[in-house]
């Protein structure tokens, strides 16, 4: 009755392609790891690993302080 | 001790664009009259900004590589923020073990 699983699929971490170090003025990169409302994805959309994962949310955070990113708004941006 | 540091900042966008560099290099003194030096100056130029700082929607955004010590990045940081054209400023340490230099 097990016999297909339909989740638990595997995704690529799509950094392990072209970047070791996550840079936070790289904004091009970085929009991909956020929504249209600009939050942060979560780790399971995004198939990172917990250390990619938390590279990515510090050079997110760093970015809007510099106004490269919005901040999460409730309104359409 | 020098260490390495990642300076940005935003400029109002008011400013003349030519002028950028020779306002920035008043500021730079600060760090060679120290004994550190400055490796690489980069001038992105207007960029909209996400959000408004100071009823401002645009800013001239520039991003400093340097060699100092934590006093003189710390004394150029602060004779930045009094500038009114300086919007914002942003000072990182990164160690050199960097090879993503690109934007």
Redesign the interface.
């Given at each position: 009755m097990r016999e297909k699983k339909p989740f638990k699929r595997k995704r690529n971490p799509l950094l392990a392609a072209k970047v070791s170090e996550v840079d936070w003025k790289d904004v091009e990169l970085l929009r991909k790891f956020i929504s249209d409302r600009g939050k942060i994805r979560a780790r399971r959309v995004t198939g990172l690993t917990p250390q990619q994962q938390k590279q990515v949310a510090v050079a997110i955070k760093n970015a809007r302080e510099m106004a490269l990113l919005p901040y999460p708004t409730s309104h359409r941006v | 001790m020098s260490r390495h540091y990642e300076v940005?900042i935003?400029l109002d966008p008011t400013l003349d664009e030519r002028t950028v560099t020779p306002t920035l290099e008043t500021y730079l003194n600060v760090i060679r009259n120290s004994g550190g030096s400055v490796e690489n100056v980069e001038i992105w130029g207007r960029r909209r900004?996400?959000?408004e700082?100071l009823k401002h929607t645009e800013?001239i955004y520039a991003?400093l590589d340097l060699n100092a010590t934590p006093e003189a990045v710390k004394e150029m940081d602060r004779q930045l923020s009094l500038q009114e054209i300086v919007l914002?400023t942003?000072v990182?340490r990164r160690e050199p073990a960097?090879?993503?230099?690109?934007?």
């Amino acid at each position: 009755m097990r016999e297909k699983k339909p989740f638990k699929r595997k995704r690529n971490p799509l950094l392990a392609a072209k970047v070791s170090e996550v840079d936070w003025k790289d904004v091009e990169l970085l929009r991909k790891f956020i929504s249209d409302r600009g939050k942060i994805r979560a780790r399971r959309v995004t198939g990172l690993t917990p250390q990619q994962q938390k590279q990515v949310a510090v050079a997110i955070k760093n970015a809007r302080e510099m106004a490269l990113l919005p901040y999460p708004t409730s309104h359409r941006v | 001790m020098s260490r390495h540091y990642e300076v940005m900042i935003i400029l109002d966008p008011t400013l003349d664009e030519r002028t950028v560099t020779p306002t920035l290099e008043t500021y730079l003194n600060v760090i060679r009259n120290s004994g550190g030096s400055v490796e690489n100056v980069e001038i992105w130029g207007r960029r909209r900004l996400s959000y408004e700082i100071l009823k401002h929607t645009e800013g001239i955004y520039a991003v400093l590589d340097l060699n100092a010590t934590p006093e003189a990045v710390k004394e150029m940081d602060r004779q930045l923020s009094l500038q009114e054209i300086v919007l914002r400023t942003k000072v990182l340490r990164r160690e050199p073990a960097r090879a993503t230099a690109k934007v």
